[in-house]
């Protein structure tokens, strides 16, 4: 809000620096300037004021004229008009100020309130004009017709007055003393003071606008926050929740959209909030204090993104890809272990996991403990391999071995974070590939599993202690106990569940578990949604995101289009971390500015409100 003009509204012109005695018939006016006479008298005992001396300064003009009241307090001056003039008092510049207008041959009497304020400092009980202006954040006349309600703090009087259609208001008030403003539906909205001078007046600027759908006010206490709810296409939108939280205390503030597509929350002015809306926690932080030369704070947040409904829409079929992965993943492993069971009674299991090696095929890591033989011959063939094909990887589709490959020199030492869920068996393999192939002697990686929650029911399990996390740190010899702990993170889960996942959970108790941890690398599902994404604003470090199933295509799953779902990117986006596929590596998400729009492989991405949604496939 401007800052009030304290000062009163009157208005003195004059031509030329010198003292001026003149009669009023002696001045006559023109086309292009005015007679004013300016009328000085005690508001007290409503006695003129004789001998007054000031001077009146015009603002465009720069002309300067000295006058002086006669026996009835009077003093006449010829000025040009179109210009807004300034009273000087020899102890007191820019005692009231007036503007005259643009018209030719104007006459002017400006009644002047003049007295002196007694020398000992106590208040006068007098009252002065009060002009209070409603105005709109363009500085202009608001032009609303308003019953203003005006509380003295020092006699608990009140005071009522109407605007007119200019939306503004004259009432006489008391000097010295403290006001409150209110409105109707914005109690307790504006503070003001007059000083306890002898002004001849006083103006009051209030920034004050009605629109509709919006019913809320700030106040001298509280701030409002305005959510204004759009759709992708620039739709508002009506039932979309948001809530802020304060950060002194933990409070939560909630508002729903209405017709209008606007949420008005009023919260306590000084405290920091966290902004939240259904599908987007966290999307933003404010500080609420009174800036210098305000008086109100109102915070407006246009939200653009897809509505509830939508993001319900994509979870369900995000949900149903992921239990589809799941299902062939069941499928696939109730063959082999049929497969595996009949030859073990034959002593020919070692012949079919041959025959995996030799075909290229992951091994079935969940139903063999030949696992650390047969990674070792899968090994000594993929050296081979790469001597002749450096890009040997990404022709097999093997999408964490082709990025671990990719920054084998700048992931050294790192915490790695592994999703073992049911669908992501046929990618297992590949961590144990990497471990001996890039691993030398005496360096470790600190290794965490998770499965989300074990054999937990989905309604026990709740954000943050969902567990399920096995952890190991594995030297190149250590194999064996890396593999151990995969077994045991895969035998101890459900082997998938419901498809949401543990992941920030892991990543958060793997930075625990490592000491000086700058960066996790978090291999999971790409299709699987997060099921705990509140945690995010615990992360501090980058988290390096492997995904499976972004675009490559893997034995087991030939029949589904490859995804992604987008919680992925807003994590590396906010940790300032960076998202990687077979064939890609997107590594400046946090550089991104609200509205860009990010490509991996066929599918695109804008970033809305620090948060990426998925839009149409090229």
Same mark, same amino acid.
């Given at each position: 809000m401007p800052s009030p003009k304290n000062y009163p509204y009157l208005i003195f012109l004059f031509f030329l620096c010198c003292r001026v005695d003149a009669t009023l018939a002696q001045l006559k006016p023109t086309k292009t300037t005015a007679v004013v006479t300016f009328i000085f008298t005690n508001p007290m005992n409503q006695s003129p004021v004789e001998g007054q001396q000031f001077?009146?300064?015009?603002?465009?003009?720069?002309?300067?004229?000295?006058?002086?009241?006669?026996?009835?307090?009077?003093?006449?001056?010829?000025?040009?008009?179109?210009? %807004?003039?300034?009273?000087?008092?020899?102890?007191?510049?820019?005692?009231?100020?007036?503007?005259?207008?643009?018209?030719?041959?104007?006459?002017?009497?400006?009644?002047?309130?003049f007295y002196e304020m007694p020398k000992d400092g106590s208040a006068l009980l007098i009252e002065i004009p009060v002009q209070i202006k409603l105005i709109n954040k363009k500085n202009e006349p608001s032009r609303l017709v308003?019953?203003?309600?005006?509380?003295?703090?020092?006699?608990?009087?009140?005071?009522t007055v109407t605007t007119d259609e200019n939306g503004m208001a004259t009432i006489n008030l008391p000097i010295g003393c403290q006001y409150m403003l209110n409105l109707k539906g914005a109690p307790n909205y504006y503070k003001f003071e007059i000083p306890n001078k002898p002004y001849a007046a006083w103006t009051e600027d209030v920034l004050f606008e009605r629109k509709e759908g919006m019913d809320?006010?700030?106040?001298?206490?509280?701030?409002?926050?305005?959510?204004?709810?759009?759709?992708?296409?620039?739709?508002?939108?009506?039932?979309?929740?948001?809530?802020?939280?304060?950060?002194?205390?933990?409070?939560?503030?909630?508002?729903?959209?209405?017709?209008?597509?606007?949420?008005?929350?009023? %919260?306590?002015?000084?405290?920091?909030?966290?902004?939240?809306?259904a599908h987007n926690l966290n999307f933003g932080e404010k500080e609420i204090v009174l800036t210098e030369g305000s008086d109100i704070v109102v915070e407006t947040v246009v939200y653009e993104s897809v509505t509830s409904k939508e993001w319900l829409n994509r979870q369900k079929k995000q949900a149903a890809l992921a239990a589809r992965r799941d299902s062939i993943a069941v499928a696939t492993e109730l063959r082999q272990t049929a497969l595996l069971d009949s030859l073990k009674k034959l002593n020919l299991e070692e012949k079919l996991i041959e025959a995996f090696i030799r075909n290229n095929r992951p091994i079935p890591i969940k139903r063999t403990f030949k696992i650390r033989k047969a990674v070792k011959a899968k090994v000594a063939i993929i050296e081979e391999q790469l001597k002749v094909n450096p890009n040997y990887f990404i022709d097999e589709s093997k999408p964490i071995l082709a990025i671990l490959e990719r920054f084998k020199e700048s992931w050294k030492g790192k915490v790695v974070v592994t999703d073992i869920t049911q669908s992501m068996n046929p990618y297992l393999e590949e961590v144990l590939i990497w471990h001996l192939l890039n691993l030398k002697q005496g360096e470790h990686t600190k290794y965490l599993f998770f499965n989300d929650g074990d054999r937990k029911m989905a309604s026990a399990k709740k954000v943050g202690t969902t567990g399920g996390i096995y952890d190991c740190e594995g030297a190149w010899e250590e194999l064996q106990l890396v593999i151990n702990t995969m077994h045991l993170a895969i035998e101890r889960g459900l082997g998938g569940g419901a498809p949401p996942e543990n992941d920030l959970e892991a990543v958060l108790k793997g930075i625990e578990k490592k000491k000086d941890v700058e960066e996790v690398i978090l291999i999971a599902d790409s299709y699987s949604p997060v099921r705990d994404m509140d945690l995010l604003a615990q992360i501090d470090i980058p988290i390096r995101i492997i995904l499976c199933g972004a675009e490559e295509k893997n034995n087991f799953y030939q029949a589904l289009k490859p995804d992604i779902n987008e919680e992925y990117l807003t994590i590396a986006h906010r940790t300032k971390g960076s998202i990687h596929t077979l064939r890609q590596d997107i590594l400046n998400l946090s550089e991104k500015k609200e509205g860009e729009i990010v490509e991996i492989g066929t599918h695109r991405y804008i970033l809305r409100n620090k948060q990426f949604i998925k839009l149409n496939d090229k």
């Open positions: 001077v009146i300064e015009g603002k465009r003009t720069k002309g300067r004229f000295e006058l002086e009241t006669n026996k009835e307090g009077k003093a006449f001056v010829v000025v040009p008009e179109d210009d %807004v003039y300034a009273i000087h008092l020899a102890d007191w510049n820019n005692f009231a100020a007036v503007t005259i207008p643009k018209g030719a041959y104007q006459r002017h009497e400006i009644p002047v309130p308003e019953e203003l309600t005006i509380r003295s703090g020092t006699s608990r009087k009140t005071h809320k006010y700030p106040s001298i206490k509280h701030a409002l926050f305005n959510f204004i709810f759009q759709d992708l296409n620039g739709k508002l939108t009506e039932g979309e929740a948001f809530w802020v939280l304060s950060k002194k205390n933990g409070r939560r503030y909630h508002a729903v959209t209405n017709a209008f597509g606007i949420a008005q929350i009023l %919260v306590p002015l000084n405290d920091v909030y966290i902004l939240n809306a």
